[in-house]
């Protein structure tokens, strides 16, 4: 461990350092988080006021649906902050996300742009999904279906097509927040195929690998840190090559940090997780550029539940637009519909830890 700990001396930038210093040779840097970790959105808070100092206007969020824009636009640019507005906004793309710290960025925007000049450039929040279909979803995953539900067609095409007309054909500069497997640029994951000669194939095509493959070294990414999914189980798992950052980090006294995985001794860490199965001696950098790490799994918290979220609400149009309900049942009831919310930022559960 000895070589980790002294390179992360060495070259020891906070997180919020380090995020703004990729941005000196690249023009889109992907986040990859976990969902619903209370430590990411807050960082993503900090960020706001030092993005605007170097001139990066822009913050990219999976969660928020393109039809919003002009509306959301004016929530964050607004002479009042309209928490109804809000919550509304962010339940028009997903009536399960009632998690505080998401909302809390939009808050944190508009705060920022009351405090510029009236003529100054605002802080822009970017929705960069739709407004999907559920309604109707039988819950079997289906070609036919899924052309019903994502109607404006694959969400990670959408996302890069946004992301090239809003930021990148204007020369501007993004910071994106997105689930990990978005975030991907160079690496392809496996997934399960029966009739593969190895049993898997490599899935591409995701926001990171559609950006990458059209605008290369522009683009950049950085994993926040989280557990992998087990080999064997695919369940959430901390002993994988994580864990050799969580024994590094406690010996420098778990300050947050982040730190270049290409072309440094960091991205020779071992991973042994599920996303290994095609690779002999596969290492951290095989996956992402860059690694943040702001506190160990076992101190991380789940998102704050905002039980204001279904305020004024028809629970009726909670159930037709249950997202994933192969994956989670359509609640009966409130009291269904809150354990689902609140089970999810358990992370003790969610870790099994």
Not at 66 to 86: M, P
Not at 255 to 262: A, H, N, R
Not at 337 to 349: A, P, Q, S, T
Request: aromatic share 14%; hydrophobic share 35%.
């Amino acid at each position: 461990m000895e070589k980790y700990i002294q390179y992360l001396k060495e070259n020891f930038l906070t997180p919020e350092q380090y995020i703004i210093s990729k941005f000196a040779e690249h023009q889109i840097i992907l986040l990859g988080e976990d969902h619903a970790v209370k430590s990411n959105l807050n960082l993503a808070i900090n960020l706001i006021p030092l993005l605007y100092q170097e001139g990066i206007y822009n913050f990219g969020m999976e969660f928020g649906a393109s039809e919003d824009q002009a509306d959301l636009d004016r929530l964050i640019t607004g002479e009042e902050y309209d928490e109804v507005e809000e919550r509304r906004l962010m339940f028009n793309y997903n009536v399960k996300w009632a998690y505080k710290e998401y909302t809390d960025i939009y808050k944190a925007a508009w705060k920022f742009n009351r405090s510029l000049p009236k003529d100054a450039n605002k802080f822009r929040i970017l929705n960069l999904s739709y407004i999907y279909n559920w309604e109707g979803f039988s819950g079997m995953r289906t070609p036919l279906n899924f052309k019903k539900i994502f109607h404006k067609g694959n969400i990670e095409a959408f996302r890069a097509k946004l992301v090239e007309r809003e930021i990148l054909s204007k020369g501007e500069k993004l910071l994106i927040l997105t689930g990990t497997p978005h975030a991907f640029t160079k690496f392809k994951n496996p997934i399960f195929e029966g009739n593969a000669d190895q049993f898997f194939i490599l899935q591409g095509g995701w926001l990171g690998n559609r950006l990458y493959e059209k605008f290369g070294s522009k683009i950049f990414n950085i994993i926040l840190h989280q557990p992998a999914m087990n080999i064997n189980t695919l369940l959430p798992d901390t002993t994988m090559g994580i864990k050799n950052i969580e024994t590094v980090m406690e010996s420098l006294n778990n300050k947050p940090v982040g730190f270049d995985l290409v072309n440094t001794v960091m991205g020779d860490i071992p991973d042994d997780s599920y996303n290994s199965i095609p690779y002999k001696n596969f290492t951290l950098k095989e996956m992402f550029d860059g690694y943040i790490f702001i506190k160990p799994i076992r101190e991380q918290q789940g998102c704050t539940v905002d039980y204001e979220y279904l305020n004024g609400k028809d629970f009726e149009k909670v159930q037709n637009n249950w997202p994933d309900k192969d994956w989670t049942p359509i609640p009966k009831n409130e009291e269904e519909y809150w354990n689902e919310i609140e089970g999810y930022v358990d992370l003790r559960k969610r870790y099994l830890i």
